[in-house]
């Protein structure tokens, strides 16, 4: 077992090791599922031989998404594996969707276009398109492509869609300045070289706060306008077809059979 001496010894390190060295060795320690860089750190943990550690859940709070989602929602949002960074260029104008619980819209900027990462389950489909289009994807989208919500029904059962306001100063355009971080749900690395008003949409009451970068990793292949790929996106894209191929044979079907009543 740790002695006091040695359980001191790691106190001191924790407390004077640089915050990226203190992730590496946690997340050694721990088999956490987020890394602080593109590559994985060698060497021994912090701890003796004989020690355990136990990684516990923690209490659910309200202003955590885990409270309003349902079980099969929290399985999407649930990060079980190692988080893989997702970028993307964006410019001024354009949104970024996390499933239906997150709109980051990029408003003013002092630059042509800004490097967004997003940090959170794969499982969780992205859009990025047009800010003007953000509240038909609202309308069309929620619940279907992007999920969670799962179903339609589900959004007003997570409150009121609401807008906060953050301004992000960039000194460099390789290291990630900022975070936005939604509880519960991940986080969106803001990269610049300049300044950016961005608008964060969620729904009332989750906790939405801003803080020094984590991480400056970014995606080594750039996320492209639209869907993401993701197999939430493939079957509500096939469901939706298969939906207006049904539309579509009964406007046949009923065109048909009131043209037989007239003749």
Known sequence: MCGRLELRMLENLLLSMPWGDVLGKLNHLTGSCARHDSGDREGGGVLCGQAKLFDTPGILHPYHFTTRLTREEQKLVHMSKELTPRTYRIKPGHSVHIGGLMRLDVEECSVSSIYLTVWASLLLPLHMGKKEN??????????????PPI???????????????????GESWQESSTDIAVAGLGWIAVCLKGEVSLGVWTYSGIDVVSRKSLTSAKARIFEEAGFSMS?????AGRRLNKEKQKSKRKQVEDKGIRLAQFH
Do not use: C, Y
């Not at 953000?134 to 999920?147: V, Y």
């Not at 197999?231 to 079957?235: F, K, L």
């Open 134 to 147: 953000a509240p038909k994807m609202r309308q069309d989208h929620f619940g279907q492509q992007l999920q």
């Open 151 to 169: 179903g339609e029904t589900r959004i007003n059962d997570l409150g009121k869609w609401v807008r906060n306001e953050f301004r992000v100063v």
């Open 231 to 235: 197999r939430i996106v493939s079957q």
